[in-house]
């Protein structure tokens, strides 16, 4: 088998980068580990910025995310028994989408299928080798046997727990890591949301957030400890725990119902440098982590693979390097706000220590000034809303 990107993984980073290529009359092949049944049914990230949307119109693939696809122009942060109401495009001009990611892998697979493209589902023991000669290859097994793919460049889009980063040596890159000390508890609840637009709260037994997929179901998040199991969590203790951290201003009630599904993630802030070694190419999650509460994992793949793609049509058209040469350090500007503004959430919303009320004074004069200075809400919507592309 020969194409001429070879892309492992088909999460949000794997496919658009396919679709991207497909506009751009480049082939592909993607291979992912698992069903098409499970990519589509993996529920994570909601929250689109402006830039995404965009990427995802221009790109043909957002009638759906237009049609069902909620616009939000702001959010509220909860704290000290107080709500704020952060009023993102009154401050920048842009406003959020809340679109769950699944719909969009369900979105992208549809329109890559339509296409003709490839997707080859349930692939095992993926391999890479030659990714510093010209004629790299990946190798895989599936149900019909081994397979060997030759391509000219490989993209490693394969989240937190690919191979595809381990194939170059250890020193080709440096990590910079931060792990915190507590994880999210995530439920999706038949249960029609009682807020309009997403709620953060910063509350002395933990950060919680509520935010929502459509007019019947919510999506809500607790902080927990990082060791605790999913089984500590029956479904009465979580609304009571919900209930607890988010009933704080006065005549506001929760909505509860049947949870669909919960999970326990842990948290942590990564990344890899550079986000290329020769041949083997890096985006998303594959090289690039945050904690959730910036909204921002699924904007970065998505922001990553557009300049990748723009890097590849550049080299087959004209025979260009100078794209493919500044892909790292390109991405990574963005990289790095992403990183510094998920931290800055982070620490501004959930509780820190136990034992220390020095943070915790810190944490309320934050949120206070979030919430009187206009400056600095404009810096907190204008990172949320998401920065242009370059
Ligand atoms: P993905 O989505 O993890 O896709 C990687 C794909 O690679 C496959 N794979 C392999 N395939 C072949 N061979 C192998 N050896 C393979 N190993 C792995 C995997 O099966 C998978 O299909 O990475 P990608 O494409 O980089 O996308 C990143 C996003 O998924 C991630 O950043 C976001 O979900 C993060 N995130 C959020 N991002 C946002 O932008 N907004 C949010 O509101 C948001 N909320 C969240 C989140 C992530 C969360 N969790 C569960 C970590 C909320 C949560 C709770
Ligand atoms: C979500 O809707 O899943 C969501 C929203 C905002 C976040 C994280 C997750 O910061």
């Not at 509520?210 to 179901?217: G, V």
């Not at 990289?335 to 810190?362: C, G, I, N």
């Amino acid at each position: 088998m020969r194409t001429q990107v070879g892309i492992v993984g088909a999460g949000p980073a794997g496919l658009m980068l396919a679709h991207l290529l497909r506009l751009r009359g480049v082939d592909s092949v993607v291979l992912e580990a698992r069903s098409r049944d499970y990519v589509q049914r993996r529920v994570r990230a909601g929250v689109l910025e402006q830039g995404s949307v965009d990427l995802l119109t221009e790109a043909g693939v957002a009638d759906r995310l237009h049609r069902e696809g909620a616009r939000h122009e702001g959010i509220e942060l909860r704290f000290a028994g107080r709500a704020h109401r952060v009023p993102m495009t009154e401050l920048t001009g842009r406003a959020i989408t809340v679109y769950g990611q699944q719909e969009v892998v369900k979105d992208l697979i549809a329109a890559r299928l339509a296409a003709g493209g490839e997707i080859r589902f349930e692939v095992q023991d993926v391999r890479l080798d030659g990714l510093d000669g010209a004629d790299p290859v990946i190798r895989f097994r599936d149900a019909a046997g081994d397979h060997e793919l030759h391509c000219d460049f490989v993209a490693g889009c394969d989240g937190s727990h690919g191979v595809s980063r381990g194939s170059a040596p250890a020193e080709a890159f440096t990590s910079y890591e931060r792990t915190y000390p507590f994880a999210w508890l995530g439920v999706l609840a038949e249960a029609s949301p009682a807020v309009h637009e997403l709620v953060y709260a910063n509350h002395e037994r933990g950060f919680a957030l509520y935010s929502l997929r459509s007019p019947e179901i919510s999506r809500l998040y607790l902080q927990v400890d990082p060791d605790e199991e999913i089984e500590d969590w029956p479904d009465e203790r979580i609304w009571a725990e919900l209930r607890t951290r988010l009933e704080t201003v006065p005549g506001w009630t929760l909505n509860t119902g049947p949870i669909l599904e919960k999970g326990i993630t842990p948290m942590r802030s990564l990344v890899i440098e550079p986000m290329r070694w020769q041949r083997l190419f890096l985006a998303g999650d594959a090289v690039h982590i945050v904690p959730p509460t910036g909204a921002k994992g699924m904007n970065l793949a998505l922001a990553d693979v557009a300049l990748l793609a723009d890097a590849f049509a550049g080299w087959y058209a004209e025979s260009r390097t100078d794209l493919l040469d500044a892909y790292s350090d390109t991405a990574l500007r963005r990289v790095w706000r992403a990183q510094h503004f998920s931290w800055w959430m982070t620490s501004m919303l959930h509780r820190l220590d136990d034992q220390d009320p020095y943070e915790a004074k810190l944490q309320t004069s934050t949120l206070d000034y979030v919430a009187t200075s206009r400056a600095y809400a404009t810096s907190l919507a204008e990172n949320y809303v998401g920065l242009p592309r370059v």
